[in-house]
Structures are given as C-alpha cells and as structure tokens.
C-alpha cells in the first residue's frame, strides 16, 4: 500500500508561516509530479500548488507570491512553506502524487 506522509500543520497567526512536509515513496516520488490541495470547512477541496520532478512549480492565484513548494530528492519529500498566511488559509491540507492521497494535516490561521 503507498502512503504520503504529512506534517508541519498546526496554529499560527496571521502574517505567520508554516512549513508542511510530505513524504513519498521512492518509487512515486522520482516519477510523477506533486500536488497540495486543501480543504476548508463547508468547502470542496481546491488545488493549491504543483511541483514536477524537474521542479517546475505552479500556484493557484490565491497564494502565489506566499506559498513556495520545494522538492528534496535525497529524503524523497515535499514542502510546501506557506508565509504571510491569512485566516482564508485555514483548512486540512493534502499532498498528492498520481492517485494517492495524504492523510491530511490541519493548518488554523487565527488570533
């Protein structure tokens, strides 16, 4: 069974940031592109940024020029390092990569 592995959520202010991980398996990771997406309360979940593994990168409007997403080949992972973050970031955040899903980990932007 493949499994994506996320961490790096948690509670931050607004104008804070966090970095998320995810963590793939070898096999996926060295040949198929990466996704984030996330989902906020009452909402579908939206796609929020992409990495190739040439890394070449894409943002949804929405947070680019905030949002990074980043790629190291060595511990086979992907971040995504989300600053100046605004309580509209809130939300359960996935990483994805071909058909598999993260767990999901939950970022809370609020004072």
């Known amino acids: 069974q493949v499994q994506l592995v996320e961490s790096g959520g948690g509670l931050v202010q607004p104008g804070g940031s966090l970095r998320l991980s995810c963590t793939i398996p070898?096999?996926?990771?060295?040949?198929?592109?990466v996704g984030w997406y996330r989902q906020a309360p009452g909402n579908n979940r939206e796609w929020v940024a992409d990495?190739?593994?040439?890394?070449?990168?894409t943002y949804a409007d929405s947070v680019k020029g905030r949002f990074t997403v980043s790629r190291d080949n060595a511990k086979s992972t992907v971040y995504l390092q989300m600053n100046s973050l605004k309580p509209e970031d809130t939300g359960v955040y996935y990483c994805?990569?071909?058909?598999?899903w993260g767990q999901g980990t939950q970022v809370t932007v609020s004072s």
């Open positions: 994805k990569s071909l058909i598999y």
């Open positions: 070898v096999r996926i990771f060295s040949s198929y592109t």
């Open positions: 990495i190739t593994t040439g890394r070449t990168t």
